[in-house]
Structures are given as structure tokens and as C-alpha cells.
């Protein structure tokens, strides 16, 4: 064999290595740049899922955050409405318009008189209003009776009774429930006019006098009690709220004793007195102690006398004395 071709065969056999090994290094290379962009690949695609996890956690958020916000928005527009509300009737003065049977001539009002107490009796008639007007008829006291139309409805020959026997008759309220008829200055004159119209119909007589179930100034009033006492005002009507309490309208039975009591120190601070008490079913102990009431303040030199439109009031708030 020639040398030479040796060596050119040497060199082609050289020259077939170096482009197999080239050939197999460049394999390798590309399957490890393969697997290399596989795995970066999976972390990618592993970020990009948590990346839409959390997206889709801000997603919810915000729509919790936007439902939160349309209640908030909902709150907002109830309490402007209730705030529009609480200050339309003393806006608008639509109800000086409504009722128009609802006005008294209005009292001459007198001096206030010295020595001088007003038993007014709330809440009634009751089925103890007899056995009241027989112990007042005894001692010819008169009194006022501040009545409750609901009661009446029941009483209705009670309450003749009482006007026959010449006591006074104020208006207390109709359904005496403090949510409904303070829920607005027309729904108080709704409740008083039909109270008004069951006493005017039963004795014949209008009433120009009431008394605010809770007194003038109330939690339950608190919203609309100025325009309400202004509009009241101006329809002519007089009322009474009280210097001295009987305290007989606790939630338990209050003793004859106590009753008596509470009246008598009351009674000792003032000049003139309204004392409240109450006639209903369960205040037997006050029909009990109004004849001790009577029987010591006459001996002590006071008189009783009914309230009527002409007799100065006794209120928490205006003409305080
Ligand atoms: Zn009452």
C-alpha cells in the first residue's frame, strides 16, 4: 500500500471522529438546551398559574369590596331618606292643610293659682274609673281624666260618666303606641283626631286639652317635638305636662303606701300642683290612695280643681314656671 493513501485514509478516518463526536456532541448540547428550556419552562408556567391564582384573589376581593360598598351606598341613601323624612313635616307644613276639624277655640289664659292641686288620672277609662268617681264624688273633688281611645272603645259608658260627673276630659292619645303616633306630625294628628272624635261623639263635648302620652318631651319625640308642640299650639289646644308624679306606673304593682307618698312630698314643693296618676285596670292601689291624697292635702288647706284651657300649664320644656 502507498504511504501516502495510509495517510489519507488515516486523515478521512480522522476527519469521520471528529464530525461524529461533533455530530454527537451537538445532540447532547441540543437535548440538554431542550431540557433546560423544559424546566424553565415549567417554573414559568408554575409562576403564571400562581400569578392567575392571586389575580383571581384580588378579583374576588374587589367584588366583595364592591358589594360592601353598594351596601354602605344603600345605608348612605336610607339614612338621607329617613333624615329627609324626620325634617319634611317642619319643611313643608303639608299638615297645617289636613284635619281641618282639628282647632279649639283657644282659652283666656288665668293667674296662676296658689295653694291649688290638679289630679289628672292617664291611661283610662278603666274598670276602676267608677269606683274613682265615686271616691271624687264623696270628697266633691274634680279631676282630669286623660283618656286612651282604645280605652273609650271599651269604656265608652265610663267615659259619659265621667263628663255627666263634670270632670275634665283631655285627650291622652287613641292607640297610646309611642312608635307610631311619633313617627310623624301627621301621624299624631291622625291618632289625636280619632281619639277626639270618639270623646266629642260619646259626651258632646270637644276637647281642648291633652296631654302627651310620655310627656311633650320624649325619647320617642325627640325628632319632631318643636314643630309638633308649635303645630298643636297652633290649632288652640292646651297641654299638661306634670310637676309631681303618683310613680304608679312602674312595670310591678306600686303600694297604696308609696302612691301616697310620692304624691304628698311632691305636693309640698309647689305652689300648684299637677299630679299624674294613672287609671287603668291594674292601678287599683291608686283609686286606694287618692282618697288618703285628698283627705290629707284638704286638711292641709289645698284645693282641687279639673284643668280646663284658661289654667296656666305646667310643661317640661315651654312656660316652665
Ligand atoms: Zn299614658
Same mark, same amino acid.
Given at each position: 500500500?502507498?504511504? *501516502?493513501?495510509?495517510? !489519507?485514509?488515516?486523515?478521512?478516518? +480522522?476527519?469521520?471522529?471528529?464530525?461524529?463526536?461533533?455530530?454527537?456532541?451537538?445532540?447532547?448540547?441540543? /437535548?440538554?438546551?431542550?431540557?433546560?428550556?423544559?424546566?424553565?419552562?415549567?417554573?414559568?408556567?408554575?409562576?403564571?398559574?400562581?400569578?392567575?391564582?392571586?389575580?383571581?384573589?384580588?378579583?374576588?376581593?374587589?367584588?366583595? +369590596? @364592591?358589594? @360592601?360598598?353598594?351596601?354602605?351606598?344603600?345605608?348612605?341613601?336610607?339614612?338621607?331618606?329617613?333624615?329627609?323624612?324626620?325634617?319634611?313635616?317642619?319643611?313643608?307644613?303639608?299638615? *297645617?292643610?289636613?284635619?281641618?276639624?282639628?282647632?279649639?277655640?283657644?282659652?283666656? #289664659?288665668?293667674? #296662676?293659682?296658689?295653694?291649688? $292641686?290638679?289630679?289628672?288620672?292617664?291611661?283610662?277609662?278603666?274598670?276602676?274609673?267608677?269606683?274613682?268617681?265615686?271616691?271624687?264624688?264623696?270628697?266633691?273633688?274634680?279631676?282630669?281624666?286623660?283618656?286612651?281611645?282604645?280605652?273609650?272603645?271599651?269604656?265608652?259608658?265610663?267615659?259619659?260618666? /265621667?263628663?255627666?260627673?263634670?270632670?275634665?276630659?283631655?285627650?291622652?292619645?287613641?292607640?297610646?303606641?309611642?312608635?307610631?303616633?311619633?313617627?310623624?306630625?301627621?301621624?299624631?294628628?291622625?291618632? !289625636?283626631?280619632?281619639?277626639? *272624635?270618639?270623646?266629642?261623639?260619646?259626651?258632646?263635648?270637644? =276637647?281642648?286639652?291633652?296631654?302627651?302620652?310620655?310627656?311633650?318631651?320624649?325619647?320617642?319625640? *325627640?325628632? $319632631?317635638?318643636? #314643630?309638633?308642640?308649635?303645630?298643636?299650639?297652633?290649632?288652640?289646644?292646651?297641654?299638661?305636662?306634670?310637676?309631681?308624679?303618683?310613680?304608679?306606673?312602674?312595670?310591678?304593682?306600686?303600694?297604696?303606701?308609696?302612691?301616697?307618698?310620692?304624691?304628698?312630698?311632691?305636693?309640698?314643693?309647689?305652689?300648684?300642683?299637677?299630679?299624674?296618676?294613672?287609671?287603668?285596670?291594674?292601678? @287599683?292601689?291608686?283609686?286606694?290612695?287618692?282618697?288618703? $291624697? $285628698?283627705?290629707?292635702?284638704?286638711?292641709?288647706?289645698? +284645693?282641687?280643681? =279639673?284643668?280646663?284651657?284658661?289654667? =296656666? #300649664?305646667?310643661?317640661?320644656?315651654?312656660?316652665?314656671?
Amino acid at each position: 500500500m502507498d504511504p *501516502q493513501d495510509t495517510t !489519507f485514509a488515516k486523515q478521512v478516518k +480522522r476527519i469521520k471522529r471528529i464530525i461524529i463526536w461533533s455530530v454527537l456532541f451537538l445532540f447532547v448540547l441540543s /437535548i440538554l438546551c431542550s431540557l433546560f428550556l423544559l424546566i424553565k419552562n415549567v417554573g414559568l408556567s408554575r409562576r403564571l398559574s400562581r400569578s392567575v391564582a392571586e389575580l383571581e384573589t384580588v378579583r374576588q376581593t374587589l367584588s366583595t +369590596r @364592591e358589594a @360592601e360598598l353598594a351596601g354602605l351606598s344603600a345605608q348612605w341613601d336610607a339614612a338621607q331618606e329617613n333624615l329627609k323624612e324626620a325634617a319634611a313635616p317642619a319643611a313643608s307644613f303639608a299638615y *297645617q292643610q289636613e284635619y281641618p276639624d282639628l282647632y279649639i277655640e283657644r282659652g283666656e #289664659p288665668t293667674q #296662676p293659682q296658689s295653694n291649688v $292641686i290638679y289630679l289628672t288620672f292617664d291611661d283610662g277609662p278603666s274598670g276602676n274609673t267608677s269606683a274613682l268617681l265615686d271616691i271624687l264624688d264623696t270628697y266633691h273633688v274634680k279631676a282630669t281624666f286623660f283618656i286612651v281611645g282604645t280605652e273609650v272603645d271599651d269604656h265608652s259608658a265610663i267615659l259619659k260618666e /265621667i263628663a255627666k260627673r263634670g270632670h275634665s276630659i283631655g285627650i291622652h292619645t287613641d292607640t297610646h303606641n309611642y312608635r307610631s303616633i311619633y313617627k310623624s306630625i301627621d301621624a299624631f294628628l291622625t291618632d !289625636f283626631s280619632s281619639a277626639s *272624635q270618639k270623646v266629642e261623639r260619646l259626651t258632646g263635648q270637644k =276637647p281642648s286639652i291633652f296631654r302627651f302620652p310620655g310627656g311633650s318631651i320624649n325619647s320617642y319625640n *325627640q325628632l $319632631i317635638y318643636q #314643630p309638633l308642640i308649635a303645630e298643636m299650639l297652633r290649632r288652640g289646644y292646651v297641654f299638661f305636662d306634670w310637676n309631681v308624679s303618683a310613680e304608679d306606673a312602674t312595670e310591678h304593682i306600686v303600694s297604696k303606701e308609696t302612691i301616697v307618698a310620692a304624691v304628698l312630698n311632691g305636693v309640698a314643693k309647689y305652689d300648684r300642683s299637677i299630679v299624674l296618676l294613672h287609671d287603668s285596670d291594674r292601678h @287599683e292601689n291608686t283609686v286606694l290612695a287618692v282618697k288618703d $291624697i $285628698i283627705e290629707t292635702l284638704s286638711a292641709q288647706g289645698y +284645693r282641687f280643681a =279639673p284643668l280646663d284651657n284658661t289654667v =296656666p #300649664p305646667i310643661t317640661f320644656s315651654y312656660n316652665k314656671e
